[in-house]
């Protein structure tokens, strides 16, 4: 169908709240990925997964964070917990295959502000 | 530690004029190269990429981009912008097919 969709679009959340944000990739795209994007900053990589195998975790900066792929389609990214800090957009990419073989597809993101 | 820099953070240039964006890159090995653009509040979008072969690439809208090896570059050009080009511009490298690292971004203005 359409390209990456992601939802909600906007988040205000509490400090110390929990939020959920979801990822709907493309169909068919294997990999997923979730990005960190502050202000005036580019993405920085959070995780990685492959159909529904969580690859690579290594760009999560605390245990707050978590993300899931359970049916190797749509996917969560839950923070628990939020800190200002936190606050950011949170984008979704989506490829046929890994990176290196096929391009990213992105999401317009969620912007979360946790004040 | 891997890394990508865009030394530019800000470029204006008048309709018309061409264009080049840098990017310059820290690796053991070549990586697979990319340029992304992203227009206020939307996702980015891919302009171009290298893997392999030719080291000039032609993306959409009319963009390329040439791998320099040597110089650990991969700059991006436009010979003559347009205004609906103004945008933030990303450089990213991939090594495998798992993460890519981002540059921070250069931010097109376009004057008329």
């Known amino acids: 169908g359409a390209g990456v969709s992601q939802s909600p679009r906007y988040k205000v959340a509490k400090r110390g709240q929990d939020v959920a944000l979801r990822c709907d990739p493309i169909s068919g795209h294997v990999s997923l990925f979730w990005y960190q994007q502050a202000l005036g900053q580019g993405p920085e990589f959070l995780t990685y997964f492959q159909n529904e195998a969580q690859l690579d975790k290594s760009g999560l900066p605390s245990d707050r964070f978590f993300a899931e792929r359970p049916e190797g389609s749509v996917s969560t990214l839950k923070i628990q917990r939020t800190q200002q800090e936190d606050s950011a957009v949170y984008l979704c990419?989506?490829?046929?295959?890994?990176?290196?073989?096929?391009?990213?597809?992105f999401g317009n993101g969620t912007r979360l502000t946790v004040t | 530690a891997q890394s990508v820099t865009q030394p530019d953070i800000h470029i204006t240039v008048s309709e018309g004029a061409s264009l080049e964006l840098r990017c310059n890159y820290s690796y053991g090995a070549t990586p697979y190269l990319f340029w992304y653009v992203q227009s206020p509040g939307q996702g980015l979008q891919l302009l171009l990429k290298y893997f392999s072969g030719d080291t000039l690439v032609q993306g959409i809208k009319g963009f390329e981009a040439e791998f320099k090896r040597s110089q650990s570059s991969f700059n991006l050009r436009k010979p003559s912008v347009h205004w609906s080009d103004a945008a933030e511009y990303f450089c990213?490298?991939?090594?495998?097919?798992?993460?890519?690292?981002f540059g921070d971004g250069t931010t097109l203005t376009v004057k008329p």
């Open positions: 990213a490298v991939a090594f495998n097919a798992g993460k890519s690292t």
């Open positions: 990419a989506s490829s046929l295959a890994g990176q290196g073989i096929s391009p990213l597809h």
